[in-house]
């Protein structure tokens, strides 16, 4: 018990810093305690003829009537006893899942997010068109606040899980699954993508980030503006680089022409924590690291090698680095 | 003795005299059983029942015996395929970030792991024991259809070598032994790799379903005379269930493997959303067969225990009919809980929950087999030797594996630990503890049956502890790192989440289990060559096989016994009553009635033949072929027909002319 409570870190279903993973830690654990106690029960039953000695040699077939019928009766009872236990255990089950159903029924941020291989397309909802917000894999959510996700996925299906505040739900292609989560404190959450997507899907990673509201706000008006424009000589070359170079067939600069939608928005690429899905860490080394050598990173990644030199290589992440 | 017991005993007398006046066959037309000596009986019967010398001879055999013992050592070879890259896997996960196995090569390492250990160890391992066993306990000659039986193995085996070639040849199939679309479909997995998943599925489906009918007609209508239904052993109940939910489970994965083969191959779009298609179909399709799939491993196991512990208790199962009840309550059941693998799809939360309920309800006919269990074990200090520590080992993991599997049962609860090493944890407790773990005892309780030989002793108590201790450290721990948040199928994991230290344990512990395996294997040949001799009933058992010699005679029994009570042998302490009547120069066989087993008619049974083995050539090469091009339908049709009709050209008996 000790150890399961010391080591449970920033992915954990046993450390729960929300209402629904807390909700269900508490049903982990009397799941387990009730299991343990039938589980030590069937043991002793078990063991006890052991330490007995070996019943009388007779007729193997003739059977003492009146021990089968006592036993009869301790069976059906330890039947019955079972099918209240069971019982007793789904409707726990069905009233848990009542609970955690109710979470975000007040929701007020509906997030879009859509899963590729391998990383996540995030997605701020909102009623005006300029006001929708496009980001990659870092999840932002004011704390304190139910918050509603819809999940889907565009190639092939991956599953949403940040453990520490809620179960996981697939995202389906063809489908639009709903996950309501709040985060109760201010904190950063890592969640791991859960069903099985391809070469990449250990590092399909991301993170919730909640803050409470004025920052995330302030987050997200910083967000919904176009990039930054490149502050010195070599992110200016890093800019022109990134326009004529294939980065632009696949990624999205807001402010600038690069506009494809089917990697990850570097508009604020800076800004953010991890870089390729929680893969690296950002810093101006893996930026270039990365950008270098993808399919040594995450071999398989659909990242290509893109030729560059030395210099371009430098310059393409000065202008990176600047994109907070 | 009541008025009941008495009719009873008046029938089965009339039912004797009635086989010894030879009212089996009224026609004369050859020689008979009746009123041979032993010495020329058996030499009629060895030569009429023999399998011919050569290499013809052995590849046309169809003896159940031979057929099982081939499917036996297969299966053995492909648990040593499954287990090595068990250990492959566990040394790349044994630290964070090691490099020693690349992504693409782990992918398919895991998915040759599930695939060879669901579809070319577990279901194979289990019916290969009832072909060897079921003809034998229920006292007849040899298993019903037996050339179809033949077949089944050699597309088993082709199907087997398939899978592992492409591994070799770096195209094994890399997603997963559920192989879920899209990722398996034809945009998003590229080259042959799915396909050969696809194929495999179907060459050892065809196989499996092959068995399974021959186990249930064997059951049905080869019983001995007088073995009514309740008096069939615990142990062919559970292969007779074990055998329908196969012929009612192994359709529904052909139509999901051959729906995933036809858009892959002909583009047709079942699964493709783009145009109407489904991807959760795909699921649903996958899962009515792989809930099934777990009790056609587990009800074979629950029949094992049965008959270990009715020897070393020396009493009969408890509760007979409970037992026989949940084992067909179970097999009903199976077919109620398949989307408890689907519930974090975003399926209607009722609709879940009503498979909750379903789930957890299964947990009670299971519960009754194991309070039967222990209510045998309970009259006294049962005999201790290796197959009854197997049983306790499989107690100990097996109920632990259930009760997870309640946990896994909620909707809320799977939630958070669906696709997790929790999962993997409790699968392989119920997999391993509550299938392999009953094989390995039933492998040292009836290797005496099969070669003779008792296995030794003392190396089957080390390869207990080891493999007991072996697989509790390198799966409990498994139930934690789930917790703590680490999904299953990742071929590396980062360091800061404080994974490692655990995952090196683990990867001890399989280390240990790996190495009691080695152990086994060394007591395998060991005893095999110089093992004590076994005699024919070393353990005092009841059940039929156990009446004839060790290794059994090509021909099973001298004259087919005639059955008194569940457990024969002792009953009739003495000298089982037989049947006689049957001819001797000709294969022939007890058919007898469902029901009460009254000897109906008299039946031959099929000769060697090389065809069952041409056939197999010819279905297998189709299947190969048409992971290239469904052409090969029709370009194998040809050869299969030619194939057929040599394996049933007639032979001109009597029967056949009619």
Redesign the interface.
Known sequence: ML??AG????????DPKGPA?G??AW??WF??AL?TA??LL??A??I??????????G???V?DAA??RS??R??VA??AA??LI??G??L???F??RT??AIGSDAALTIRVTGH?WWWEVRYENDQPNRILTTANEIHIPAGEPVRLVVTST???H?F?V?NL?????L????E??LDLKADKPGVY?G???????????NMSTFIVAEPRPVFDAWLNDQLRPAVAPASGEAKAGHDLFLKRPCVMCHKIGGTIAGGTVAPDLTHIASRQTLAA?TLAMSRGNLAAWIADPQGIK??AHMPVVGLNGDELNAIVAYLEGLK | MSSADLAHERDLAQQRAAAQKGDLAPEHDGPRDTGLDDASLDRWLARTWQTAPGIIGALSSVDHKIVARRYLITAFFFLCLGGLSAVAMRIQLSGPERGLIGPDRYNQLFTMHGVTMMFLFAVPIVQATGIYLVPLMVGTRNIAFPRLNAFSFWIYLSGGLFAWVSFALDMAPDVGWFSYVPLSGPEFGPGKRSDVWAQMITYTEVSSLAVAVATIVTVLKQRAPGMSLDKIPLYVWAMLVTSFVIVFAMPAVMITSTFLILDRLVGTHIFNPAEGGDVLLFQHLFWFFGHPEVYIIFLPATGMVSSVIAAFARRPVFGYLGMVLSLISVGFLSFGLWVHHMFATGLPKLGASFFTASSMLIAIPNGLQIFCWLATLWDGKPIVRTPLLFVFGFFFTFVAGGLTGVMLASVPLDLQVHDTYFVVAHFHYVLIGGSVFPLLGATYFWFPKITGRIMNERLGRWHFWLAFIGFNAAFFPMHIVGLWGMPRRVYTYPAELGWGNINLFITAGAVVLFLSFVLFTINLVHSALRGAPAGDNPWNAGTLEWATMSPPPNYNFAHIPVVTHAEPLWAERDTLPVATGLRVDVRELVISTVAEAHPDVREKSATPSIWPLFAALAVGATFLYSIFSPWAVVWGAGPIAITLIGWFWPKGDPEDEE
């Not at chain 1, 809620?166 to 697939?170: E, F």
């Not at chain 1, 389906?172 to 489908?175: D, N």
């Not at chain 1, 993508?193 to 250990?202: L, T």
Request: proline share 7%.
């Open positions: 150890l399961l080591c449970s870190g920033w992915q954990s279903a046993l993973a909700e269900l049903l982990i799941f387990t299991c039938v589980w069937v043991m039953v078990l006890t003829p052991l330490a007995r000695r070996p019943a009388p040699l007729d193997l077939l059977l021990a089968e036993k009869m301790i069976v330890a039947l079972t099918a069971l019982v255990l789904t726990l089950s069905y848990a899942n955690l159903a291989q190639d092939v299906i599953s899980w453990p809620s179960g996981k739900l697939d389906i292609p063809g489908h699954n709903v890592r791991q993508c859960a069903e099985f997507c391809g070469a990449q899907h250990a929680g071999p398989g």
